[in-house]
Nanobody, 119 residues
Framework: QAQLTESGGGSVQPGGSLRLSCTASAKIFAFDTMGWYRQPPGKQRELVAAILRDDSTDYADSVNGRFTISWDGAEKTMYLQMNNVKPEDTALYFC?????????????WGQGTQVTVSS
């Protein structure tokens, strides 16, 4: 089965920037949604940003104007550009694709990448 692999997490100071990447192991032929989720310590997983099948985007209110989601089909990679990060952005970030990757339509999740925002 195809896999998603996140990268780009790490430690950053408040006000700084990070770019997360999520790369699929096979071609993404089609999708319903692809997005980034996060799970802060002791809290439930929440949607951060998503791209819909019509290429429109949706953002959580808490990140709107600071984060930008995009994807590059040729690179099989989805990105999350995080600017002006805040301590409350600290979380384990996951990518998800609901779509046809490789030979199968499924809900695909990555393993997660940690983002820590502190001074």
């Amino acid at each position: 089965q195809a896999q998603l692999t996140e990268s780009g997490g790490g430690s950053v100071q408040p006000g700084g920037s990070l770019r997360l990447s999520c790369t699929a192991s096979a071609k993404i032929f089609a999708f319903d949604t692809m997005g980034w989720y996060r799970q802060p310590p002791g809290k439930q997983r929440e949607l951060v940003a998503a791209i819909l099948r019509d290429d429109s985007t949706d953002y959580a209110d808490s990140v709107n104007g600071r984060f930008t989601i995009s994807w590059d089909g040729a690179e099989k990679t989805m990105y999350l550009q995080m600017n002006n990060v805040k301590p409350e952005d600290t979380a384990l970030y996951f990518c998800k694709v609901v779509g046809h990757i490789g030979f199968r339509w499924d809900d695909y999740w990555g393993q997660g990448t940690q983002v820590t925002v502190s001074s």
